[in-house]
């Protein structure tokens, strides 16, 4: 009798001392993973910072005066930026100058306008 109860302690201590060791071993893996996390937030936050402070760089009056002042008042327009109320394309008013789109199918008719050809050297 006195035997079976010290196999059964034996037994019972070596399950406890498995089973410490196991959750030892799963509370360091935690440990380690929320350490990472911990790590990470910080990278994150500081990158944060940076990018508040890049944006508030970016984002100051002068500069922003600077760059308006460079790209809207001193810039010359392209040759085909700019180009005069003839050369628009316009709407035909003469019913005669309305064709018919496929006329032979539904009969629709579509306004059409009169087309543009741009010539190197006009403006």
Known sequence: MMRRSMTLWLLLATCAGISLFLIKHEVQEREDRLNALHREILADQEAIQVLNAE?????RPDRLEHLIREFSENRTANRLQLTSVDMLPQLLSDPDDLH????????????????VSIKAGEQ
Request: no cysteine; hydrophobic share 45%; charged share 10%.
């Open 55 to 59: 944006w508030s760089y970016l984002n």
């Open 100 to 115: 018919l789109a496929n006329s032979g199918d539904n009969g629709i008719v579509l306004p059409m306008i009169r087309p």
